[in-house]
């Protein structure tokens, strides 16, 4: 028992953006109630050392000090990651690493490459070759 976990307001979003996004990548029911149940256990282990830690896009813009190319693939029609905000973090970061971008017309969350494959694919080996 884990009494001492009482961060429902940051937990429960985290968990049901889990859940949510394996829905929408057609996951079968039972095993995303597996991965949310064992995502909820790992919370709750790394709780005490790690719950002042401030999520990515704050982190990325706050925090982080990295300089390597970032590649960022979002759409508008993502209903959990608004395009605006991953813009605004695109355009933070591209004054001090190089940031490259992709928006797609109509996938939603981490959907992009079931709904254009081939896109994705190009955008994935674009970004990696620039790289060498």
């Not at 690493?97 to 490459?113: D, I, L, N, Q």
């Amino acid at each position: 028992r884990h009494g001492n976990f009482k961060n429902n307001q940051v937990v429960l979003p985290l968990l049901s953006h889990l859940f949510m996004v394996n829905q929408a990548n057609k996951v079968s029911l039972g095993e995303n109630i597996r991965q949310t149940y064992e995502a909820a256990l790992a919370l709750m282990k790394n709780w005490k050392t790690s719950r002042f830690e401030p999520f990515t896009g704050k982190f990325m813009c706050e925090v982080e000090e990295g300089t390597w190319p970032i590649l960022f693939l979002y759409s508008k029609e993502d209903k959990l990651m608004p395009w605006r905000y991953v813009e605004y973090v695109a355009n933070l970061l591209s004054k001090k690493r190089t940031v490259s971008t992709k928006m797609f017309e109509g996938s939603g969350h981490v959907a992009h490459y079931k709904h254009h494959p081939e896109i994705y694919e190009t955008q994935i080996t674009t970004f990696l070759n620039s790289l060498k």
